[in-house]
Each structure stands twice: as C-alpha cells, then as structure tokens.
C-alpha cells in the first residue's frame, strides 16, 4: 500500500537527495515533507476534475434564511464541480445557499494516498520533486527539466483519465440529425 512517506522518498530521490523514512525525521527533507505534502497534494487533485476523486452527494439543507437554503460543504470536498437542479446558487465560506429543498453536489474529494492510480502517483511524485528541487539543491537546470517532465506526464495522465469514461459515440447536433 502506497503512503505519502513513499512519494516524499520517491520524489526525494529523482533529484538526488536521501529518501526520508519517516516525516518525523529531524532532516530538512522531512521537515519539508511534512509541511508541504498535504498543501502540493490537494492542489494537484483539485486541479483537474480527476474521475477517481469525482463524487456526486445529495445534500439536504441544514438550516434557512430569506428564502434561501444553507447546505453544509462536506468536508472531503476540494472543488465543487456543478450543483445540479439549481442555476441560481452561491458558495460563501462552507456553505451553499440555494432556493431549493435539497441539492445534488458534484466535487472533487480530498483523496487517501493508497486510493492513487498509477498514472496519478506518477505526476504526485514529479510535482513534490519540483517543490523539493530549489529549496534542498539550488539547481535550477535539474528544476526546469522536472518541470518539464511534470508537464508531459500531467498531459498523459489527463488523458489516460479521461479515456476512462464511457462516451456514446457520436456527435449529437441537430443540423447533423436533420441531414442524415
């Protein structure tokens, strides 16, 4: 089972450093480990709608005012996708406000390391060798080059997630429907 001390080692070892054992440790790299995993991770999944961190909830409100619905944010939620049944919402702080009894809430959830796919892990190890890069080796060519490489396999990794969704076909439009 894959943990975050593996990536940090991992990630640690692409750009020549000693890989940590534990975040616990008293060395620089685990220092950083421990401070920027939990920030570099949750960015790098609610950066993209990623299929296996997708998650549709029904919520149904927890309190009201003028009209409006107050619906509680779950707290894995890292990026909301779409509130469906409703056009006319807004989001303040750990609330949704909408005019209407319950709501389907599409997010993106905070994801547990183990629940990784691999061509996501592949990305997550890139992305902390770059935060990991300048502050333990001030080199800046071996920086450029994995962001480089972070760049490619993002791409990749974008399209292998979205190959994974089943798709009808065709092209639905109406002009077409009419000529043939």
């Known amino acids: 089972m894959l943990t975050k001390i593996d990536l940090c080692a991992q990630a640690l070892l692409k750009i020549g450093e000693k890989p940590i054992v534990s975040m616990s440790e008293e060395s620089v790299a685990a220092v950083m480990a421990h401070a920027i995993f939990p920030g570099v991770v949750d960015g790098?999944?609610?950066m993209h709608p990623w299929n296996f961190a997708r998650v549709s909830k029904r919520l149904i409100p927890v309190a009201g005012e003028d009209r409006k619905n107050c619906f509680?944010?779950?707290?894995?939620?890292?990026?909301?996708?779409?509130?469906?049944?409703?056009?006319?919402y807004e989001v303040?702080?750990?609330?949704?406000?909408?005019n209407t009894s319950s709501i389907n809430l599409n997010y993106i959830r905070r994801v547990d390391v183990s629940d990784y796919p691999p061509y996501f892990q592949s990305i997550a190890v890139l992305k902390l060798a770059c935060e990991f890069c300048l502050p333990l080796t001030e080199n800046y060519n071996l920086y450029r080059t994995l962001v480089s490489l972070f760049e490619a396999e993002l791409r990749q990794a974008k399209f292998i997630d979205?190959?994974?969704?089943?798709?009808?076909?065709?092209?639905?439009?109406?002009?077409?429907?009419?000529?043939?």
Do not use: K, W
Not at 93 to 98: L, M, P, Q, R, Y
């Open 92 to 98: 303040m702080g750990a609330n949704i406000f909408a």
């Open 44 to 46: 790098l999944v609610a």
């Open 72 to 88: 509680l944010i779950p707290s894995d939620c890292l990026r909301i996708i779409s509130v469906d049944e409703t056009n006319n």
């Open 162 to 180: 979205s190959s994974q969704v089943s798709r009808d076909g065709g092209i639905h439009f109406s002009l077409l429907d009419v000529r043939y």
